[in-house]
């Protein structure tokens, strides 16, 4: 019933939230942003009438609007529409001035508060601690020791996923519906490494974390569209109708009460046992356990499913490459089996890797903060407490005056600026993890992505998993090109239907 009734009401309160906060803009309503704004031209009309047009064109067509926004304004800063507010995007040199902005005025966790709801939906143990972080970082202490768990799954999950989603066509190949079938293989690759066996695969576990995970970012859409002050009521409500949260609690807590029996060192090695070593109360709250996972998983599934995907996409329509990859495996592997060690030898996958992402269009705006205090910008623009900013990124990474012919996929790019410069072979300038202002996939300065080792060794050992294991190709009506990409309110996903075949080759009984 709840949810009916939100279904009905959601649209209408969400265009009357739009058109009241972008009117209040239009009209002079907000006092702050009338003063403040020094040459930050919105990149729509914001005319009174025209605002619920243009959030509307905000969120539909980001993509274009922030394109537009960065050819006019280069090395300065624009406006555009997006959920009834206008944030402030960023370009050229203020990127990095964002980038080491001080927390205490423009501040990535309470942008994330805010978006997520983190306090309200897992307490502050993970909203106000970011114990998200330590977690991180021990897992990239120690993902040499994951490695092995990820090289396991990812031969289990292939081997089911294929069955499950695969078609047989002629000669032996196997037709897959890439996007869905790869987001079941990376939930189950990262739930490995999680949560371990055997609830990794188990289809109840699996189907509760997916729902809860879903029902935490719904949750946050609604909590959102409350005044502040009600939020907290709206929630318990919520609460009565939807409780996939705290379902994943229950199921969660014999696991949790099995682990504590268990002395520290003899634990799983898994992120759930690294975020028990992160919560150090006698009694921690187990919101905060369950919801630092969720959160987690969260993160790392989609970036992690929609990255592989986009490479698979370049992989077979561009197959002139394949075997060159294939030779650089076989020289760093010979016949042994994928090693973490080995991963990182690979240049030439890495620099693919790097120039797959560029190209891939992931995201056009990125590191969005929020103004917890008025900020200053070196030019004078003053972004008032309680707006949004946030840099641009995609426009850069296709801008010709930056990459030289920056539209087209060159997949050892980044290993020939390494050659050209006289930078040594283990230099990590252009390495598919090295952040800069020409490559923001994963953001920059202090907050960059500190899960991009784990994302990289997960995507890198399944593209040389599958290069090794199946010759892949897309179907002839794809009539070689690239599967379209979609985008959607700035982000840029990976084609959702195209078909990609598999077939076993021949004559290899290693991985
Ligand atoms: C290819 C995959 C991934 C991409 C492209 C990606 C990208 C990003 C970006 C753009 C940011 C924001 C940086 C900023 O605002 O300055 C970010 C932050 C973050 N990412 Fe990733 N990410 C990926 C995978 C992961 C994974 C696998 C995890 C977890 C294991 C993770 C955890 C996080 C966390 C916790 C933050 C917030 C950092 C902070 O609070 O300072 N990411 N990521």
Excluded at 316 to 340: C, K, M, N, W
């Amino acid at each position: 019933m709840l949810f009916e009734a939100l279904a009905v009401l959601t649209p209408p309160v969400l265009l009357y939230k739009w058109y009241t906060s972008a009117s209040r803009q239009a009209t002079g309503g907000n006092h702050d942003e009338q003063t403040h704004r020094v040459d930050v031209e919105p990149i729509v009309s914001d005319a009174f009438g025209m605002s619920i047009l243009s959030q509307i064109r905000g969120a539909i067509w980001a993509h274009s609007i922030i394109q537009k926004g960065y050819e006019q304004h280069k090395n300065g800063m624009f406006k555009i529409p997006f959920f009834g507010q206008w944030p402030t995007i960023v370009s050229g040199e203020y990127i990095k001035e964002l980038a080491h902005a001080p927390e205490s005025h423009l501040s990535f966790q309470a942008m994330l508060n805010e978006f997520m709801q983190l306090e309200l939906l897992v307490g502050t143990g993970i909203s106000h601690d970011a114990i998200y972080l330590s977690v991180i970082r021990a897992l990239t202490r120690r993902l040499s020791a994951f490695h092995p768990e990820i090289a396991d799954e990812t031969r289990a999950a292939l081997a089911t996923q294929f069955e499950k989603h695969g078609k047989k066509e002629k000669d032996g190949w196997i037709s897959v519906k890439a996007f869905k079938a790869f987001s079941e293989i990376t939930t189950q690759l990262n739930a490995r490494a999680f949560i371990g066996l055997p609830l990794c695969r188990d289809q109840k576990w699996m189907t509760s974390i997916q729902k809860g995970g879903a029902d935490m970012s719904w949750r946050a859409v609604l909590l959102r569209m409350f005044p502040e002050h009600r939020r907290s009521d709206a929630n318990e409500y919520m609460k009565r109708y939807s409780h996939v949260l705290e379902d994943c609690i229950a199921l969660l807590n014999p696991v949790l009460e099995q682990r504590r029996a268990m002395r520290e060192d003899e634990r799983p090695n898994d992120v759930l046992t690294l975020i028990m070593s992160q919560v150090t109360e006698e009694e921690p709250d187990p919101r905060t356990i369950v919801g630092t996972y969720l959160f987690l998983e969260r993160v790392a599934q989609g970036t992690t499913h929609t990255t592989f995907v986009h490479v698979l996409y370049f992989l077979v329509a561009y197959p002139e490459y394949t075997e060159v990859l294939r030779e650089e495996i076989r020289q760093v592997h010979g016949d042994g089996p994928i090693s973490f060690a080995s991963l990182g030898e690979l240049r030439k996958l890495d620099s693919y890797l790097r120039e797959a992402i560029r190209c891939s269009g992931f995201s056009s705006a990125t590191m969005n903060r929020f103004a917890v205090q008025e900020y200053t910008f070196s030019n004078g623009v003053k972004i008032p407490k309680g707006k949004l900013v946030a840099a641009v990124a995609n426009p850069i990474h296709m801008d010709p005056d930056i990459y030289e012919d920056a539209k087209e996929f060159k997949p050892w790019r980044f290993l020939e600026r390494t050659g050209a410069e006289g930078l040594g072979k283990d230099s990590k300038k252009y390495a598919l993890v090295t952040p800069a202002e020409d490559f923001l996939a994963w953001g920059l300065g202090k907050h960059a992505c500190p899960g991009r080792w784990y994302a990289a060794m997960v995507v890198k050992h399944l593209v040389v998993y599958i290069l090794l294991q199946y010759d892949i190709k897309l179907p002839d009506s794809a009539k070689g090109k690239r599967p379209a990409n979609l985008h959607v309110m700035g982000s840029s996903l990976p084609n959702l239907s195209a078909k990609v075949l598999f077939k076993r080759r021949e004559g290899l009984d290693w991985e």
